[in-house]
């Protein structure tokens, strides 16, 4: 999860990603997700070789890359916490809780700890709008979450 | 002679083509429209302005902005009027209490987040916003101040959501905190442009231009610069530099940009003398409503303090300059020219035409050389780029220009482009053909260099068959075998145009196995099956139009190359049908008028030989002198002559011999040994060092005239201007003409005109009236086409028969050595034009500050050269020094400059190898080695302190 020591390493690894989905209708998503798996974020150096392979140009791409929140910018910490900040998990109190989390961690949103464990995301629906509000810590979600609850998914996540 | 014009109304959205007539009542006004049509574009068809932001007929409708909304009888809700398309009966209603209530919750958010200082705006009074808010009777924003983009610091500190103006472009500025987010400038990019530099990053109240990606600004993203953003813009978040200085313009003269062979129509935006900025006319007919960045912005040459506009003499050319009257100028020059005649006979003097100055200018300076000087000593530029072209077009077709107008690029199938660089020597045709490419239509590049139009966004199929410099004729020979070998081939047209034993003579002559696409790769380093893929694809394309430029010209072979291309286009019946034929991108503004003319020392304006009687009686007849039926001397004739002592005296108007001609010793060499040296031009240039009187020029915006583009259409240039210098530069050719007894009384170049009519049939029917009326036409203008041709051969081709040529490849003089293993090739760069003498004194500089060498990565470290590393390019001719750029985009073997910078003098290595059948010189084809050096050459360094001896000017004494 970090980036290769040099230039032609990080240009050589895209271009197996690119090629890997290049003859794939819309490649540019699969192309920037695995962009990301690789390496944590979307390296602003990767948008002019995939703008080139594509045919595009890397305004095109960069539009896309900050089109999408998930697409980082920057390493986040090793393990992200996101909490749902849309309007269902507004109504049931989403924002006391964020509150609550930002103070238990000591980070404001977008932050990662000193220690580059944990960062504190909000994200706007994930889609359990029955039961808000929600929260997710790398692939699992969580319904009706309270800072306990959060706290233990941190602490089980070895974060 | 101000024309003041009420800009063109933006309609909202662009005019649709079908032959479907739709009728539709837009607020009780009955209008009919072509189908397809926006209910917006209907409306203002109807004359009724619906209000809106994001909508404008640059683009194509994008419904984000919600501001017009109509309501539409039938139709549920409000629909936006811009994405709406126009119904059979359909029943608008533009203005309804509910629409004018959502247009006012519209504004009031766009207002509730842009700064109110709309008196300090530069903006002010030419802002859409302002007037649309004006539009809808905003008169309150009931929203709280919050988050915004504009503020720089609210209450808490520094507001993070502003960013600060980018200043990095010279001409324009981006400002975000007064943007609403339209995204017409990131569409303008895509649409008209064609380079997608542009871009909206995040999303929802994130939402932002970008150029490029985040960590560029416009100067270092793919910008070009070419202000359709700007153009666009209906706020001051993209806006001309010299609007933010000067003000808003108070009146427009329409004039044609002086740039390129593409003939941009512009707006010239005034206020009182001075420019404030120049936007193309939607109603211009070769660039519809685009430009690129030196029409564009770089006009700022005309006002440059380089520019010297009083007479100058100097008994010898190492004196220094002396500041005289007009009247001491020219009757030194008279005094001289006649003392020359009279002592080395009538023909030792001679004049060379400008391709930047007008048709009527051109014609009375190849008027004097023939009815003053009494001799047919005059030659053009175009001797050194589209002489070939005249010529092979004339014996293949029957006259000496390309056969289609820039529209037809729109119905292209397939774009076949030799030689030429279109996105950066005529860029707005190059978008333009961009435009198609991304619609689907095909590309084919024959190019040494790997040219921008190959990388175009979005585009379709593309193919490149980098050939060898000098292999020209073999490559597109080999493509006419593969298409006669498969018979793809049109027999019909081929039978009913041209002569069929003629092509069945060619046919034999194609087939020869040398010509066969294995045997041509062994020369042009073309793989055979590229060769043959691209003869299936343009023979196959049901409208194949062929595109090319001086890298087709300027061989030793050039005209063999052009009649090849005819030949090509002739047996795929690719002529006389939109979308198809074979069209030069001419070079200069003017070149294919200067050219028409008369300005070749063998052919009267029209083309008509000096020898044809009926043609010379008729000049004897109305100029009212004898006429000299011996055709005179071409450029590298004088220069030859002048070394033998036999030439000695020439009259130049507007061109840089010295730097634009080959072998750049011979010519200084041949003006030197010259007793009178005339530079007519707005700069003391490089030819100027050598000469004995500089007589001021005159801009293109000081004047009156008429310019031809490269698709043979007659474009007005209107004075929005005084001249500086005091007279246009027809009044001083006719004061000098006078100062040798001519007596000539024009008063406004349509009198000049109206001879030219009088006296060329394909320009008959040209008058000011009609090109006033029409804004443009396309010769021939006579009787037959009282409004011009904008497709040529439609019925038949002008010569009669269309004439197969056979085009033996000879390859050039010009051979790879042990001593120069290497091929130079020359070319241009989008910011700089020709010998940069205008481009150099604009900002232009931003982009091209001096030339560089290109070379592929293997030759560099072949000769331990490293990027940025001056070298050394010597030739059989002469060196000079430059830095390199290590690239692919030229082959192994092949290196690639441009000359716009006169401190490089790329042309001291070209050679004086020159077109078999014109003399056109074989710029593109120079042996040459490169090896590291330390800085400029000695030859530089030379050069460098005579041009700075020979440019001193004495003190006028004090009064």
Known sequence: ?159 | MKDFIIPSRDMGTPAVKSDVIVNLTVDGIPVSVPSGTSVMRAAAVAGISVPKLCATDHVSAFGSCRLCVVQIDGMRGTPASCTTPVGEGMVVRTQTDEVAQIRKGVMELYISDHPLDCLTCAANGDCELQDMAGAVGLREVRYEPGQNHFAKRSAEGPNPEYRPKDQSNPYFTFDPAKCIVCSRCVRACEEVQGTFALTIEGRGFDSRVSAGMESDSFLSSDCVSCGACVQVCPTATLIENKVIEIGTPEHIVKTTCAYCGVGCSFDVHMRGEEVVRMVPSMDGKANRGHSCVKGRFAWGYATHQDRKLEPMIREKITDPWRVVSWDEALGFAADRLRKSQADHGRDSIGVITSSRCTNEETYLVQKLARAVFGNNNTDTCARVCHSPTGYGLKTAFGTSAGTHDFDSVEDTDLALVIGANPTDGHPVFGSRLRKRLRQGAGLIVIDPREIDLLSTPHMGDSMHLPLRPGTNVAVVTSLAHVIVAEKLYDEAFIREKCDWDEFLAYADFALDPKHSPEEVEKLSKVPADLIRKAARAYASAPRGSIYYGLGVTEHSQGSTTVMAIANLAMMCGNIGVPGTGVNPLRGQNNVQGSCDMGSFPHEYPGYRHVSDDATRELYQRVWGVELSPEPGLRIPNMFDEALAGRFRGLYCQGEDIVQSDPDTRHVTGALSAMDIVIVHDLFLNETSNYAHVFLPGSSFLEKDGTFTNAERRINLVNRAMTPKNGYEDWEVTQLLANRLGANWTYEHPREIMAEIALTTPSFANVTYDLLEREGSVQWPCNEAAPLGTPLMHIDGFVRGKGKFIHTEYVATEERTGARFPLLLTTGRILSQYNVGAQTRRTDNTAWHPEDILEIHPSDAENRGVRDGDWVRVASRSGDTSLRALITDRVAPGVVYTTFHHPTTQANVVTTDNSDWATNCPEFKVTAVQVSPSNGPSEWQEEYQSHSDQSRRILPTAAE
């Open chain 1, 1 to 159: 999860m970090s980036l290769p020591a040099s230039p032609v390493e990080l240009t050589e690894r895209i271009a197996e990603i690119i090629a890997a989905h290049k003859d794939r209708e819309g490649p540019m998503l699969p192309i920037l997700h695995d962009i990301q798996e690789e390496w944590g974020f979307v390296p602003e150096a990767a948008q002019p070789i995939i703008a080139e392979a594509l045919g595009l140009t890397r305004a095109e791409v960069h539009g896309v890359v900050s089109f999408y929140h998930d697409f980082r910018d920057h390493p986040s910490g090793r393990h992200v916490l996101r909490l749902c900040r849309a309007e269902a998990c507004q109504s049931m109190g989403a924002d006391a809780l964020a509150a609550q989390v930002q103070a238990a961690l000591g980070l404001d949103w977008h932050e990662t700890t000193p220690d580059g464990r944990l960062t504190l995301e909000p994200v706007f629906c994930l889609g359990l709008c029955a039961c808000a509000p929600s929260a997710q810590m790398g692939d699992r979600l969580m319904g009706r979450a309270t800072l306990a609850k959060v706290q233990r998914l941190v602490a089980g996540a070895g974060a």
